[in-house]
């Protein structure tokens, strides 16, 4: 079945449509890459499980009205991954996401919480994001040495590494590094198969690790071990030094954002200044701290704020970040129940808040127990994907806690990633 004319339905999670082809006295599911709702298009398979095939549309015979021609054609039919929803307009990916985001909510969370997410929103777009067509707002972009010495990207679930043209997607810092091409001056530096993770910086440099460590050209400044960055908020300008290999948010808007919306869920949407004074917050997954220097802000002098983070690096970045916060405790350690029991124990009652800005596979069920059991009023997930989310949630709801509300933010355009901040109380 090398090709088949299909008729597509609506989105699922995963960045790819749902269609049905005839198999037997039946029919079997297919996900369509590169497609859109309601489209009829060519499929090519490329891939036969026993329950499911996939497929990518190679040629569209009748085009939905929010296709548009893709600003990054090498991430199309056949090519590398990371920008799967490119064909479509701004405005169409978010009601993808949405469509996802509800479903997955209501597949994989059950039918209560769908009931208390109620309506949920699209996601919001990042200050800047529609006028710049949602281009240019990767900070960090990881790429693959080709075997010709080129630098490129995996093909989307292959091994083969493509030689690439552009990176539309990624920060003017990181196209500024000209690490593409046969002719880019990196070349004597790395070597086929090398791992390359380039980093624009707000409030630096761009840069490049090769393999994980940080290089420089000949003749070039010293490779570094961190970079400065910067994040406007309400409280003023934050700064911050990361690990150059470190964990921080992708898009240049994100961290101002998320900040931003953390700190009012925390505070009830009130005026996080007055609201949280006092506060005493417990943040798991903190990373170098950004989110615990404007909680640490907020809480002020009489309040408390108490981190864990298992990366060794980033407790070491956020102990430079939070220096002088002296309401501030930083723990180092691997998440699990009995963690998030003994830091919650510190605080000798229950914190009024927790927030949690897990991995993609997100907290899981016994960490969202042991959370439910510190009792806090209120509890701020932050989640990067829509499943974790609906699992984790769906944990609390088990637990005494209800949605007060979902903020989907729109972190990744052009790809099928969205960030959801969620307020749950007791
Ligand atoms: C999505 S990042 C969030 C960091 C921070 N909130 C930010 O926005 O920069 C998740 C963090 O959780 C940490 N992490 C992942 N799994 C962990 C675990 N089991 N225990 C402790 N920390 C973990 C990672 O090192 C990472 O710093």
């Known amino acids: 079945m090398p090709f088949t004319e299909l008729l597509v339905g609506q989105p699922a999670h995963g960045g790819h449509c749902v269609a049905r082809v005839p198999d037997g006295e039946g029919e079997r599911v297919v996900f369509v890459r590169h497609a859109l709702p309601g489209e009829r298009v060519r499929v090519t398979i490329t891939e036969h499980r026993s329950s499911f095939l996939r497929g990518e549309a190679v040629e569209i015979l009748e085009p939905s009205a929010d296709r548009v021609d893709s600003p990054w054609p090498e991430a199309g039919a056949g090519g590398v991954g990371g920008g799967e929803l490119a064909h479509a307009s701004l405005p169409a990916q978010r009601r993808w996401k949405q469509h996802v985001l509800a479903e997955t909510l209501r597949r994989i969370g059950g039918p209560e919480l769908a009931e208390q997410a109620g309506e949920v929103p699209e996601p919001r777009a990042l200050p800047g994001d529609d006028e710049a067509g949602g281009l240019g707002y990767r900070t960090r972009v990881s790429l693959t040495v080709a075997q010709d010495g080129t630098a ?233 994907d829509p499943a974790a989310l609906a699992r984790d949630a769906a944990d609390a709801l088990g637990r005494g806690y209800r949605v007060e509300r979902m903020v989907p933010l729109d972190f990744f355009p052009h790809t099928h990633h969205v960030e959801v901040v969620t307020t749950l109380v007791r």
Request: aromatic share 4%; proline share 7%.
């Open 152 to 384: 490129g990207m995996h093909a989307h679930r292959g091994h083969e590494v493509r030689s690439l043209g552009g990176m539309p997607l990624a920060a003017p810092g990181i196209a500024d590094l000209d690490l593409l091409g046969p002719e880019s001056p990196w070349r004597s530096l790395w070597h086929p198969g090398a791992r390359l993770t380039a980093v624009a910086p707000s409030a630096d440099e761009p840069l490049l690790l090769i393999d994980g460590k940080p290089a420089s050209l000949p003749g070039r400044r010293r490779p570094r071990r961190s970079v400065r960055e910067r994040v406007s908020t309400a409280v003023g300008p934050l700064d911050y030094r990361v690990d150059t290999a470190g964990f921080w948010q992708v898009h240049r808007q994100a961290p101002a954002v998320l900040a931003e919306e953390v700190l009012a869920a925390a505070a009830a949407g009130g005026d996080t200044a007055n609201a949280l004074a006092g506060a005493q917050i417990l943040e798991l997954y903190a990373g170098a701290g950004l989110l615990t220097l404007p909680l640490a802000h907020a809480v002020g002098a009489s309040g408390a704020v108490m981190t864990v983070e298992g990366a060794a690096s980033a407790v070491q970045d956020a102990r430079r970040n939070l220096a002088g916060q002296n309401q501030v405790t930083l723990g180092q350690a691997r998440i699990d129940a009995g963690t998030v029991r003994e830091a919650a124990a510190e605080f000798g009652g229950a914190p009024d808040v927790v927030v949690l800005d897990p991995p993609r596979a997100g907290a899981g069920a016994e960490v969202m127990a042991a959370i439910a059991a510190v009792r806090a009023r209120r509890v701020v997930l932050v989640s990067c």
